[in-house]
């Protein structure tokens, strides 16, 4: 059993909690809403007056926070308080520099810090089937693995302090081209007069195949369950996705990396967010793009 610590219980950061109760650790936790420290008391989880407090003692401490600027600001009121030798593991999606910045931060501490955003959603975090990206130390990495096991069902030492951000980056910028492209092929499809179940037959099981068309078909009633047939409910918000793309786009520009599809994909997210759709599933972009004229 280890002492661990849990900053940020929101939709994802209390489910994560719950599972680490539920195998026998002894979890300490502060957000800075009464409500989630209330769920998070009804499950069994400690809750501290801070987050100053919820450092004291925790052998891990983990954040899941909404960004690079949050997580700077509460690593500067955990590091004083924790035990040396302690390791930080922050799950947070935030941008590169940030990362790094927080792993400085901690190791002047003399503390272990790893950064190991996820990916899988709310319903990953829930089932503890998460996927981590894990940039930091490996000797630090092999320490955290039992706690990040209980949260995940797969988890990748992808290297260094930063990496597991640029990981997770690198694939939802993909992800977000990837879903405009399959929206972009069934509405073409629809133009044509093609059945769309044929279409989903053909690219499924063809060299277009990918996980936006295979597992998460942005067409309603066509391959396995998704958020299309549940009215594109979220599954993964727009607003999230534009996060994603935004810091990709960020990353691409301190590094001078050419990521014109990752570009465009930003654009239209932002779009799709302006537009009022930033809490539907990023999939609904399919009905975007079939409300567009031949030339935008
Ligand atoms: P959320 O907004 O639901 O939760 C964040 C929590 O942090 C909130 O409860 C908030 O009150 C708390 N918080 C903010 N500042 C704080 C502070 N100074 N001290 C203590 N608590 C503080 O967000 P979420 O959906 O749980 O996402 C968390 C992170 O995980 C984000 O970086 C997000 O990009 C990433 N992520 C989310 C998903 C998803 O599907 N929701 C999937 C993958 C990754």
């Known amino acids: 059993m280890s002492k661990i610590g849990f900053i940020g219980l929101g939709n994802m950061g209390l489910p994560m909690a719950r599972n680490l109760v539920a195998a026998g650790h002894q979890v300490s936790a502060f957000d800075r809403v009464e409500t989630a420290c ?27 926070l909404p960004n690079g600027p949050i997580v700077l600001s509460v690593f500067e009121e955990i590091l004083p308080a924790a035990t040396k030798g302690a390791i930080i593991i922050d799950c947070s999606t935030v941008d590169v ?13 003399g503390l272990g810090c790893l950064d190991a955003p996820v ?4 319903g990953g975090a829930t089932a503890g089937t998460l996927t981590f990206m894990v940039g930091g130390k490996k000797q630090t990495y092999d320490k955290a693995l ?7 069902g797969k988890v990748v030492h992808c290297g260094d302090g930063g990496a597991g951000q640029s990981a997770k980056i690198c694939n939802n910028m993909l992800l977000g081209i990837s879903m405009i492209g399959a929206g972009e092929a069934f509405a073409l499809a629809e133009k044509l007069g093609l059945d769309q179940k044929a279409l989903f037959d053909v690219i499924s099981t063809s060299s277009g195949f990918c996980w936006s068309v295979n597992t998460y078909c942005p067409v309603p009633g066509v391959g396995p369950q998704s958020p299309a047939d549940n009215d594109y409910k979220p599954g993964f918000a727009g607003t999230l996705m534009l996060k994603d793309l935004k810091l990709s786009q960020q990353a691409a520009e301190e590094t001078g990396a050419a990521t014109p599809m990752g570009r465009k994909a930003t654009q239209f997210y932002q779009q799709f967010v302006d537009d009022g759709f930033g809490n539907t ?4 972009a399919i009905n975007t793009l079939k409300s567009m004229k031949r030339d935008t």
């Open 38 to 64: 209330a769920e998070a008391k009804a499950a069994g989880i400690n809750i501290c007056p801070n987050n100053g407090e919820v450092a004291r003692d925790a052998e891990f401490i983990i954040t899941m």
């Open 146 to 152: 039992p706690i990040l096991d209980i949260m995940g």
């Open 281 to 284: 599933d990023f999939s609904g």
């Open 119 to 122: 990916s899988g959603g709310v």
């Open 97 to 109: 520099s940030s990362s790094k910045k927080a792993h400085d931060m901690a190791t002047s501490a």
